[in-house]
Every structure is written in structure tokens, then in C-alpha cells.
């Protein structure tokens, strides 16, 4: 068999070894490169080590779900009509056959109806929109609890917060383009939010909707919206907040090998991009048999929309749930100032109350980082246990929303548990004020608890169940130690500093530091003070010198079980 030496470089003992000439790809490749430097770029990044937990794929899914929601919404776009004008029905859902309806409703119609797969593809949007929103909110509640929001990544906190906010926008517009009778009656029901605006809700109003509602604008406009302002908002964010995990690198739970100078996991290439591609294609295909076997937001069965009807029994969509519900168990509140009213009972749920919840969220990283004085970098995650009271208030805030959550579907819960609609929504008025403080308290307790519980197998091990009698007839149950990489993990905690406020008194008597570090030092207590602080490698390793120095007759035995 001869060999082919055309493309092996040639070399004599004169002259250099020249390699053969490279193909159009290579030398296009090499082109590229010694203008855009694109080799260094991708070969830094394509080996970036990611760590590999469970809890990160939730941020996972709210990026997939967010490509089902563009891929499935191009092919929405090719029929979708957005448009108010009225037509008659001439399709094939013979119950709406020769009624009037908007271009939008019917168009919606016929992508269920007439278009091959159309259905599949409307439901399985419908349905990525709702993980999008979900999948989003428990990622940012996964990021809360541990503590990834801490220093460098309150930027990148903000912007998930941003994000949450923008996907709920995007939810409300996409719903409410069908133009059946559930999306006219939100419509409906935010055309009064507006109006309740002091001195700018009728224009607002106006300028939404093209005139008074329904108007004939309003559909086009939240398409326009639906499909460009908002998608665009959505992609640069999270092309940000992606660009911010990669240059902070991913945070990673405390465990052997494990600093906060280094990252231990697998590269990008191959292994974490494998593992992300299969997890896409999870996330698509579950969306899929969601869209073909679930039905959701049947529009025919709504019929059109028409300003003298509204349907019995509506809901929005679960995203929306609270501040509906809110709404519904605020009291009838409303002033007069200069003969203008001034209505609370809208104003307060609808606009302050998430106005106030998207701050509170949003400061939450700043706020600690105030109490706590800590302007160190974190790239080891905390367990919930480890902060005690920011878990606490996370989860008191998680009552909130789930009882406002609740009260949004008060009118269900009457009819479907056969009770009082009106004692369902005093219940509601007042378990959002008394429950939060009762989860607040309970949780917090709890994490101390099981931080004791933590120092105590630190120390001590854990309980074998075996009892052991002495010589001199007491009896002591038998621990073992607990595994080396467990207890690197209890070990890694850190421990929490009271910040103290400048002591002492001036000469006329009046407390020395300023109020605010004062009031500083009081809230640093009160968030640390009744926390149990991790052993100190000193008290471990007295603690493992009392364990190796028990006594034969305590030690005896250890290695076997005990006789029956």
C-alpha cells in the first residue's frame, strides 16, 4: 500500500519543515482569529469549569423554557392576526360559526383548528410561558436561601429581579391577545387600575387603549410589545446576567477541595455542555407532552370578547394570582381630595403593594451587606440553617405571597368547599399580617435548632443506637464520627460578627456614634445575637482527643455489633 505524502510537511536537511496548505476553512478560521483573537476567547471559556448540583438546574430551565417560548412564538407569528377589526366566523368550529369577532380571535381560532400542529405548538407556549415564570421565581428563592446574592452579585440579583418582573409583564400581554372573553376581561380590569391613577389614569387609559375601552388599538400594541419591546428587554437581560455568571464564576456548595479561591466541577467542553444541550431537550420535550396532553386556555369556549359580558368564575393566570388577590381582600378604602377620589382600595394592592415587594426583594443583598459589614467576596453558598434569619424573612415573604396567591381564587374556594365567600375574605385580611410573623419566628427557631444539631454531630458524631454498659453499671450510647467530607461541610461555616456600635459616652453625656450606627449595631444583634456559632478548630479537635481517649470498656466493641 503506498503512502500519501501530499499532506505530511516537507523537510531536508537545508531547509525548514513547511506544513502542506491549509483548507478554505482554516485559512477563513486563521483570518478571523488574527483580527477577533476568537481562539484565546473560546479556548478560556470552553474549558470553564462549572460546578455540578441539583439546584442549579432550575436557572437551567427558566433559560430553556425561554427558548420553547421564542421557537414556539415565531411559529405563532406566521398566522396570527393582530388586529381589532370585525369579522364573521366562517370556520371549522361550527359553535362559533356566523358569529362577529375581532381578526385577532379568529385568527387565534384558526392556528387551533386549521392549522397542522397549531394547537400543539399554542398550548406548548402557553405552558413554557408558565415554567418561564416559575421556574424563575423558584431560582430566585433557591438563590435567596443560599446566599448567592452576596458580594460580587448583587448586580446580577437585580437583574434576575428585573427579569421575574418583565416574564410576568410578558405573560400578561401574551394572554391577553387572543381577544377572548377571560383576556377582555382582564383588559377590563386593568383599564380600571389605570383610571385609578390619580390626575394621569384617564390618559393613561387613553393612550393604551386608542380612546375609550375597549378602543380598537389596544391588541396591536400589546402585540408589538408581546413580540418586540419586551422580548428584547428579555434577551439583553439575560445575555447580562449570563455575561455576570461567567466573568463571577458559578457559586458551589461548601465540601472537600472547595474555597472560595477555586471551582470544582467539570468544563464546559464536553462534559457541561453536553449535560446542558440533553437538559434542553428534557425541558422541550416536557413542555411538548404538557402542550399535547393538557389542555390549556381553551379561547372557544370563552367565545369573544364583548364589553356587556364578562366570565363567571375568571382567573388569570397563576403569576398574576396575587395582586388579584390582594385586590380582592383590601377594604372598600376611598377619599376625597378637592373632589377627586382617591381609591386605596386599588391603588394600594395593585400598584404600591408590588411596587413594594419587587423593592424589598431587590434590596435584600444591599440590606445584609449593611447589617453585616461584610464587604469580603462569596463564591461558597450558605445552607438556609446558616442564615437563620434571612431564611426566615424569605420564607415570611413567601407566606405573604402564597396567602394574597390564595385569596385570588376566594370566589373558588366558596363555591367549591361550600363556604362563606365573606369569611373567607376576613380570614384572608387578617392571616397576612398575622401569619408572616408566625413563619418568621417558627423558621428561624427551626434553623437554630438544626444548627445545634449541626455542632453537635461536629463534635460528637452521630448516634449509632448501641448502648453500652460500664464496669460500673452506667450506660452511654455509642457515636461514631461522622465522614470527613460531611464534616468539611459543617466546618465551613462561617462565623457571624455583631457589629458593636462605639462605646463610651461624650462629655456631655449623650451616646457616642452616630444613629445610624447605632440603630445598626441593634439590628446586627438582633439578627446574630441568638444564632449558635460554629466550633472553633480548637473545641474539634478536643473534641476528637475526648473520643480517641474513651475508655476500653465504653471503646470496646466498636468495630462489631453488639450481642443479641
Known sequence: MSLDTSKIAKSNSAEPAVGSTPSKAGAAATWADDRLGLATLMRKNLRKVFPDHWSFMLGEIALWSFVVLLLTGVFLTLWFNPSMSESVYQGSYTQLRGVPMSDAYASTLHISFDVRGGLLVRQMHHWAAMIFVGSMMVHLMRVAFTGAFRKPRELNWVIGSILLLLGTIEGFTGYSLPDDLLSGTG???????????????TYLSFFLFGGEFPGDAVIPRLYMAHILLIPGLLLALIGAHMLLLVFHKHTQWAGPGRTEQNVVGYPMLPVYAAKAGGFFFMVFGVTALMGGLLSINPVWKFGPYDPTKVTAGSQPDWYMGWPDGALRIMPNWESHVFGHPISWNILIPIQVLPVLMLTVVMLLPFVEAWVSGDKREHHLLQRPRDAP????????LMAVYGLFWAAGGNDIIATHLH?????????????????????FVVVRRWCIGLQRADNERLLHGYETGIILRAADGGYTERHQPISEAEATTLASRERDRVLVAAGGVDDNGVAAGSRAQRARARIS????????????????????????????????????????
Open 389 to 396: 434569619t434571612r431564611t426566615a424573612f424569605v420564607a415570611s
Open 525 to 564: 444583634r438582633g439578627v446574630y445575637a441568638d444564632q449558635v456559632q460554629p466550633p472553633t478548630a480548637q473545641e474539634i479537635a478536643d473534641a476528637r482527643h475526648h473520643a480517641e481517649g474513651d475508655t476500653p470498656a465504653l471503646g470496646a466493641g466498636r468495630d462489631h455489633p453488639a450481642d443479641d
Open 187 to 201: 383588559l377590563r380590569a386593568a383599564d380600571g387600575f389605570l383610571k385609578a391613577t390619580p390626575v394621569v389614569g
Open 419 to 439: 363556604m362563606s365567600l365573606n369569611s373567607i375574605t376576613y380570614f384572608m385580611r387578617g392571616a397576612v399580617f398575622i401569619a408572616p410573623p408566625i413563619v
